[in-house]
Structures are given as structure tokens and as C-alpha cells.
């Protein structure tokens, strides 16, 4: 247990739907990641948030968004959903910014999105 | 862009026997960090073992050592005693300095047989 929690673990919608997903950082980490695994993509990055605030974007479509609240969690939107966003969502977290070797991703268990 | 390559999708090892994994990588940077993360079917993603680009010795945790060659951008895993609780996809993962995110290779399955 890497001490990320992400909810829900599993998620069935429609195409067209939108849903938020949510994680919680392991206590003390600071900052957010966001990931796509999909068969077809591989581990992608999505986004990074430190302490509230955005720092890195990836492939990130217009159709997702993300925010990291007071308490340290966050919640990644997708709307709009296509077949092609099933895929399992991961959340980790570290110490840090993201700069120094300690500053190790730990990832949460995922969240298995599945779009009708 | 920073990228990084599995070429094996799939190895096999025998329990109690080694196996290494090969992973290489692209960069024009001189500083950077090195991770190898297990996925078992569980689809946990578990870090495994890490390496600052600027430490020429190789990182070990356990049974899991790499052999890091920085001038030809390789870093490999080892996996000494092979257990059948290492059965699991093993990805390469590389982490710039400047950038937060991490790059993954598109992982190695590897298989334990008893």
C-alpha cells in the first residue's frame, strides 16, 4: 500500500458523460501527478500539481481538467467522454516539487474508467 | 523530447535464475533520474529502484540491481533468485530535472515459471 488513495476504483459511463475522479496524496507529499494508461498509449502523463498550484502539463486533452484543493487532494475532470478515454487513471504523489531524486513518485491503485 | 525504449515486450525467466531487462533511453541532458517501476496484475504501480544520472555507481535494492551506462544510455535491471511473485509488466521510467513529469517505456512482461 503506497498510502495514495484514489476514488472510485472502478467507473462505467457513456460516451457524451462526464466524471471526476479523485485522489488523495500520501500524508506529508505536496505534490500531484496525473496519468493516462491506455493499451494503445502506453503511461502518459497528464498533469502536475505542487501545493494548489499547476506545474507541468502533458498530453492533457481540453476536454480534462484538474485541481488540487486546500487539503492537498485532487480531482481530475473529464467531460465529454469518447470510447477512446477508457483507460485506467493513476494518481501519485511526492515530497516535493518534483526536482530532487527523493522527491519519488508513489502511485495510487488507479481507477479503471470504462466508457460505453 | 525525452523518450525510452523496452525492446523486449516479453522475457521469461525460471525461478531462482536471473534475468535482466533492457531499457534505453534518449536525452540531451546531463542530469536526470532513472526509475524502474513493477505493475503486477493487480496493476499497482510499484517503484522498484532509482538512479540519479550524475551517480556512476549502480543502485541496488535486494535482489534488484541495474547496471547504468550513461554514455550509452542504457540502464537495465536485474533481477537476481527470480521469485514467482516477480511474474509482473517491469516499465522504465526517466524523469528530467526540469521537468516533473515522468517518461515511461512501454514496459516488459515478464513471466516466472516454477
Known amino acids: 500500500d503506497s498510502g495514495v488513495t484514489q476514488t472510485p476504483k472502478h467507473l462505467i459511463t457513456a460516451t457524451g458523460q462526464r466524471v471526476t475522479l479523485r485522489c488523495s496524496p500520501r500524508s506529508g507529499d505536496l505534490s500531484v501527478y496525473w496519468y493516462q494508461q491506455s493499451l494503445d498509449q502506453g503511461l502518459q502523463f497528464l498533469i502536475h500539481?505542487?501545493?494548489?498550484?499547476?506545474?507541468a502539463k502533458g498530453n492533457i486533452l481540453e476536454r480534462f481538467s484538474a485541481q488540487q484543493f486546500p487539503d492537498l487532494h485532487s480531482e481530475l475532470n473529464l467531460s465529454s467522454l469518447e470510447l477512446g478515454d477508457s483507460a485506467l487513471y493513476f494518481c501519485?504523489?511526492?515530497?516535493?516539487?518534483?526536482?530532487?531524486?527523493?522527491?519519488?513518485?508513489?502511485f495510487g491503485p488507479g481507477t479503471r474508467l470504462t466508457v460505453l | 523530447a525525452q523518450t525510452v525504449t523496452q525492446s523486449q515486450p516479453e522475457m521469461s525467466v525460471q525461478e531462482a535464475e536471473t534475468v535482466t531487462l533492457s531499457c534505453t533511453y534518449d536525452t540531451s541532458e546531463s542530469d536526470y533520474y532513472l526509475f524502474w517501476y513493477k505493475q503486477p496484475p493487480s496493476r499497482q504501480m510499484i517503484l522498484v529502484i532509482r538512479?540519479?544520472?550524475?551517480?556512476?555507481q549502480n543502485a541496488t535494492e535486494n535482489r534488484f540491481s541495474v547496471n547504468f551506462q550513461k554514455a550509452a544510455k542504457s540502464f537495465s535491471l536485474k533481477i537476481s533468485d527470480s521469485q514467482l511473485g516477480d511474474a509482473a509488466m517491469y516499465f522504465c521510467?526517466?524523469?528530467?530535472?526540469?521537468?516533473?513529469?515522468?517518461?515511461f517505456g512501454a514496459g516488459t512482461r515478464l513471466t516466472v515459471k516454477p
Open positions: 501519485a504523489s511526492s515530497v516535493g516539487s518534483g526536482r530532487a531524486l527523493t522527491d519519488t513518485q508513489y
Open positions: 500539481y505542487y501545493n494548489g498550484e499547476e506545474r
Open positions: 521510467a526517466y524523469r528530467s530535472l526540469s521537468h516533473n513529469d515522468m517518461r
Open positions: 538512479q540519479e544520472a550524475y551517480k556512476q
